[in-house]
């Protein structure tokens, strides 16, 4: 291990965002994270101003910015297949035809799903599976002109990633087998979903890639290597993979022909968690071949990866590739729950070149004022420089902007009260992502479902 003095602990509680009262606890350095990444140009921004309330209740917004709900949990899909599914996660946006945008939008359904994702032939896997994804197409100006079933029958779609092809790979969060909860089929796997023509895709698990509790994925678009997280909820926690595929960057389908799965091993390093400093470095990671990545007996965290054994953190979640490196949040570590040292999310990042793991942001809890389950979950790059962060704890629920010096600015605040009055309870934010423009950020609300389209001056 490396710890290089070149980056400086910054700790910043929010002020003046309007967000009275929620305070997010910041460290780290971010001109690495925006490195030679179209983003870095213009950055250096606070944020756009106070959160204005919303009289209609359901989105706060600075000043200058509206929003568009897209799409609510219960509503008749446009398709009339049948209704909206609940529990909306992850989602990416991409470019169709003339000014025409391509949403995939996750829907993480269980067993007991409000909402369940319709079953239709030929896109569903398990027919007991209530989870899926769902595709909206929008012209220029953010009306839907169609929402229809992109995938059903799978289980807990948390998050994914899409692909330099232009599909996305929605994620299983369980490793829930058949004979589980009702399912006919085992579960825990990835799918490709094509987000114009579904079909083309269908419902073929891609099980090389392993079978555990998927969060998210990242590719990286020179050599094809896919990464993936884990999100457990209990010790051992997850790992994070790589898979190299036999035909990299081959295009719709070429995941079917399969590949390797690998875990990573930071020497000396059994639990992320343990490192507070920004700037750490690691050098020399090290890979590992996943024993059964089927986990037909025993969960791939459980397995025996030989001398020197695997690197674990809790809360594995969002993942993306920016400039040459791959990025990944471990969303919060509690010593209650068995993790080594308390924090309330970090960002890594993995430049393959250099084989280097390096911590770049820390989330709390040492000035965390307010809400003590803050964390940070998925994330994107903006257009106009720095990161959006889906916020997932307790209390009214935000999307965080973070610019590339370090400062935290709130930039919506959800209103959706879905508790009383005396216990509220607030619907995370989830699938933050932007138009390929740049000039729309589409959101989720997990619960009750909506997705919005926010416009304004993003470049300002």
């Known amino acids: 291990m490396t710890t290089t003095g070149r980056s400086a602990t910054r700790r ?3 002020a003046g965002t ?9 460290s780290g350095a971010l001109s ?4 030679g990444t179209a983003a870095a140009e213009g950055l250096g921004h606070t944020g756009y101003g106070p959160l204005v309330p919303d009289p209609k209740g359901l989105l706060d917004l600075p000043e200058g910015f509206r929003y568009r709900v897209l799409s609510r949990e219960g509503d008749r899909l446009r398709s009339g297949e049948g209704k909206v599914p609940s529990n909306h996660d992850g989602m990416s946006a991409f470019a169709g035809k003339g000014d ?6 996750n829907h993480e359904n269980r067993a007991d799903g409000r909402v369940p994702v319709p079953t239709i ?3 569903t896997y398990d027919p007991a599976g209530k989870g899926g994804c769902t595709a909206l197409t929008l012209d220029s100006r953010n009306h839907v002109l169609s929402e229809r079933v992109a995938i059903a029958g799978t289980a807990v779609n948390c998050a994914g990633g899409p692909t ?6 929605t994620c299983e969060e369980t490793e829930d087998k058949a004979g589980t909860n009702g399912y006919t089929k085992d579960h825990g796997f990835i799918f490709e979903v094509d987000p114009v023509d579904p079909r083309r895709t269908g419902a073929v698990p891609l099980t090389a890639m392993g079978r555990f509790q998927h969060e998210a994925i990242a590719v990286d678009p020179r050599r094809g290597v896919v990464y993936e997280t884990e999100d457990a909820f209990e010790k051992p926690f997850g790992l994070f993979y790589r898979f190299l ?3 990299p960057l081959g295009g719709r389908g070429s995941l079917r022909a399969g590949g390797r799965l690998q875990a990573m091993r930071v020497p000396g390093v059994p639990d992320l968690s343990t ?18 990545p089927q986990a037909a007996q025993t969960p791939i965290r459980f397995q025996d990866f030989g001398r020197g054994g695997i690197t674990h953190a809790q809360k594995l979640e969002g993942c993306y590739w920016g400039g040459r490196s791959v990025y990944f949040v471990s969303s919060f570590a509690r010593r209650s729950d068995g993790s080594t040292a308390d924090h309330y999310g970090q960002i890594w990042r993995y430049d393959p070149e250099r084989r280097r793991l390096t911590l770049v942001i820390v989330f709390g809890p040492d000035t965390d004022i307010q809400l003590p389950g803050e964390s940070p979950d998925n994330i994107c790059l903006a257009p106009s420089g720095g990161l959006m962060v889906c916020e997932d704890g307790n209390g009214a629920q935000h999307v965080y902007g973070v610019t590339r010096r370090g400062e935290v600015y709130a930039m919506a605040r959800g209103r959706q009260n879905i508790g009383t009055p005396e216990e509220p309870e607030w619907g995370e934010f989830a699938g933050v992502t932007f138009s390929p423009d740049g000039d729309t950020m589409y959101v989720n609300c997990y619960t009750p479902g909506t997705t919005f389209a926010v416009t304004g001056p993003w470049r300002r």
């Open 164 to 169: 330099p092809w232009g599909t996305w790979l």
């Open 100 to 105: 025409r945008v391509h949403l995939v939008r």
């Open 121 to 123: 032939e030929g896109l």
């Open 275 to 292: 490192i507070q400093d920004i700037g750490a470095e690691f050098d020399d990671i090290e890979w590992v071949d996943v024993p059964d």
């Open 12 to 14: 910043q509680l929010l």
């Open 32 to 35: 690495e994270l925006f490195a």
């Open 18 to 26: 309007g967000a009275l009262g929620v305070g997010i606890a910041f």
């Open 245 to 247: 595929p036999k035909k």
